[in-house]
């Protein structure tokens, strides 16, 4: 299994950014996809997941700003993140659970500053 994220950068409060993870190494279109985000000083939280029929469910603190999606096609999972705001800082990595495993990329980092 291969995760690769990409599209991170520094924006300021309010504007948004699309991440993206490149998968490989196992059946993509049967497997549900999550994204992760790590604060500075804090612990994992799950950002949002898509199962492999398209149904989504968010954090709240997320909800009706971030829009995870997939492409089955490009074997991608996307983060389309609008409404940035500070504490949205992070490091955002994709997550595959198979089997009980999780797997993950190497992330990107997310900055919110002005």
């Known amino acids: 299994v291969q995760l690769a994220e990409s599209g991170g950068g520094l924006v300021q409060p309010g504007g948004s950014l699309r991440l993206s993870c490149a998968a490989s190494?196992?059946?993509?279109?049967?497997?549900?996809m999550s994204w992760v985000r790590q604060a500075p000083g804090k612990g994992r939280e799950l950002v949002a997941r898509?199962?492999?029929?398209?149904?989504?469910n968010y954090v709240d603190s997320v909800k009706g700003r971030f829009t995870i999606s997939r492409d089955n096609a490009k074997i991608a999972v996307y983060l389309q993140m609008n409404s940035l705001k500070p504490d949205d800082t992070a490091v955002y990595y994709c997550?595959?659970?198979?089997?009980?495993?999780?797997?993950w990329g190497k992330g990107t980092l997310v900055t919110v500053s002005s």
């Open positions: 898509i199962t492999s029929g398209g149904s989504t």
């Open positions: 190494g196992f059946t993509f279109s049967s497997s549900a």
């Open positions: 997550n595959l659970n198979r089997y009980g495993t999780d797997y």
